[in-house]
């Protein structure tokens, strides 16, 4: 069974999900409501790390594009890091590099946050 | 590749519409893709084009009614794999559909589509056949060696 699974973790303010597996039309719900109860939360800063995802469809890009607007609205943002070739290669056929905030490193992510705050 | 005689060989798959489901079309799918010669990166994308057409039939043709069918045809010769969907669901007007400009897309954000522009990108040749209630099917063909003049769908 290809299953999918998120795991959430925190560094100072940055709230950091680490989804692993298959995300599809199947399994989006289950990212989705990760995502709703940070939101819920008002953790707006949120960091999503690729590492161990294998593979993603349409239906695990809608969930990011579901939030990004109202989480971005909040002075927040989704970036995303550690994205294999694969799944890097869905992201840019749909023109999402323009959208979103991909990079190499969960480390590099969290520290743009952290500057960010430091401005404000 | 050995399995690759005169006559295509056929697989099919009849399932209840179910998200869950997905996995296991891909499996099957991706496994013949590798078999039949294809690499990996052309597996990917048969991959994923299917599993969207399957799951517009599962969430828009159906409306994730799991009593439905969902029927997968694999069709392999020497020069392509085709893969055909077919459903006895709501359909949609082909017509209607238009392919996003992704422009447009990115300002708006907007959420799902994008579906039918995967499929059409990621594949060589793609046909929609619709008569909603009746049947509709989307058929779509990936050339082992692509040939120069198959970027159009028809």
């Known amino acids: 069974m290809e299953g999918f699974e998120v795991a959430k973790s925190e560094n100072g303010d940055v709230a950091i999900l680490y989804i692993k597996g298959y995300l599809d039309a199947h399994t989006a719900p289950d990212l989705e409501s990760a995502f709703q109860q940070l939101v819920d939360a008002k953790k707006y800063s949120i960091v999503v790390n690729f590492k161990d995802l294998n593979y993603i469809s349409s239906a695990g890009l809608g969930v990011f594009m579901g939030f990004i607007e109202d989480i971005r609205q909040n002075g927040g943002d989704i970036k995303l890091t550690n994205m294999k070739p694969k799944i890097y290669r869905v992201f840019d056929l749909l023109g999402f590099p323009t959208l979103y905030d991909i990079l190499e490193e969960e480390e590099k992510a969290i520290e743009k946050f952290n500057k960010a705050k430091v401005k404000n | ?154």
């Open chain 2, 1 to 154: 590749m050995t399995i690759l005689g005169k006559t295509p060989i056929q697989y099919r798959l009849k399932l209840p519409s179910q998200s869950d489901n997905l996995s296991l079309i891909r499996e099957l799918v991706a496994k013949v893709a590798t078999k039949v010669g294809f690499s990996n990166d052309d597996v990917s994308k048969i991959e994923l084009a299917v599993d969207e057409a399957c799951a517009n039939v599962i969430k828009h043709a159906y409306g994730s009614n799991s009593k439905n069918i969902i029927d997968i045809l694999i069709k392999v010769d020497k020069q392509k794999l085709m893969v055909v969907v077919t459903d006895k669901g709501k359909g949609f007007n082909p017509d209607e559909i238009k392919l996003p400009k992704m422009n447009e897309y990115l300002q708006e954000m907007r959420v799902g589509g994008l579906g039918i522009y995967l499929i059409e990108t990621l594949m060589d040749k793609v046909n929609f056949d619709v008569k909603p209630g009746v049947r509709n099917q989307v058929k779509m063909i990936k050339y082992l060696n692509k040939p120069a003049s198959t970027n159009d769908a028809n």
